[in-house]
């Protein structure tokens, strides 16, 4: 059952997947260029480890009724992924930075407090609301998100040294409940339109989905499939979809390669390809 004491557990598991997996990496390989574009694979186990503590502090605070932000971070909802990426990328490689040769270890110490944190957690604290610098986010979304941020964190380093690397299916319906809570956070403002733009995503799979995402002045946001009539539709299966809106799959050569098909109007589609550049 997908449940967040579930997730809990499964996000133990993949930690130490990624962990063993790092434990064979040769020292070249560390400095190696992530699919994450901004960092090496070194810098991408300094963010896993800085957003670790980073949810336990929140956490921790947001169970104690204080969701205030953190020193240093801007109100909540205030910023989304294009304008706070700076700032994470800043605290990210730093935090690799100080932590030198204990990177790994430092990896594996956090993840395991961060599962014993969130094991004392009973069913009451699941809707706790805690900080985040996209808004006041409920305990059972910071598992999702730290559950889709240690797999896909885990893509981007195994896929530049292995290029059969997949996302795990069993992270999926932790991914579309990030995207469905957070689709602003990922969403990056480009040309806008006078009028909104409708785009329908037809996902099929182990984990499927139907889902209008509207992008309508300098914003995104999901909305159930009705009547309306979309401005174009795209279908693919899961894991392509989330690795679009996670900005690690170009639309136009998933397209090519028949990864994902669309229908409508052609004109709008340069402009989704560019609206989810990662997050």
């Known amino acids: 059952m997908d449940t967040p004491a579930n997730r809990v557990k499964l996000v133990q598991a993949e930690s130490a997947q990624l962990a063993h997996y790092l434990h064979a990496l040769s020292p070249d390989a560390w400095r190696r260029p992530s699919a994450c574009h901004r960092w090496e694979v070194r810098d991408v186990i300094g963010h896993l480890i800085w957003g670790a503590e980073l949810y336990m502090s929140v956490i921790s605070r947001g169970l104690q009724g204080n969701v205030t932000p953190l020193e240093g971070f801007p109100p909540a909802g205030t910023v989304n992924a294009a304008s706070a990426s700076p700032l994470l990328d800043q605290l990210s490689v730093a935090r690799r930075e100080s932590l030198g040769d204990q990177l790994l270890a430092t990896f594996t110490a956090t993840s395991d407090q961060w599962h014993q944190v969130l094991a004392r957690c009973g069913p009451q604290a699941w809707e706790t609301l805690c900080y985040h610098p996209a808004g006041l986010l409920p305990v059972r979304t910071f598992v999702a998100l730290r559950l889709t941020e240690v797999v896909m964190h885990g893509w981007d380093i195994r896929s530049r040294l292995a290029p059969d690397a997949h996302l795990s299916p069993e992270s999926f319906p932790a991914f579309f409940e990030v995207i469905a809570a957070a689709i602003g956070w990922a969403f990056w403002p480009g040309v806008q339109r006078a009028a909104p733009a409708r785009y329908r995503f037809e996902v099929t799979g ?16 999901l ?4 009547a309306t009539q979309a401005d174009v539709t795209f279908c693919c299966a899961t894991e392509p979809f989330i690795l679009l809106l996670y900005g690690r799959l170009s639309l136009p050569e998933a397209m090519a ?11 709008l589609i340069p402009a989704f390809a560019q609206s989810f550049r990662g997050v």
């Open 257 to 267: 390669a028949g990864r994902i098909t669309a229908e409508g109007d052609a004109g």
């Open 223 to 226: 909305e159930p499939v009705d």
């Open 206 to 221: 182990s984990v499927a989905l139907r889902t209008d995402i509207v992008v309508e002045g300098g914003q995104a946001r």
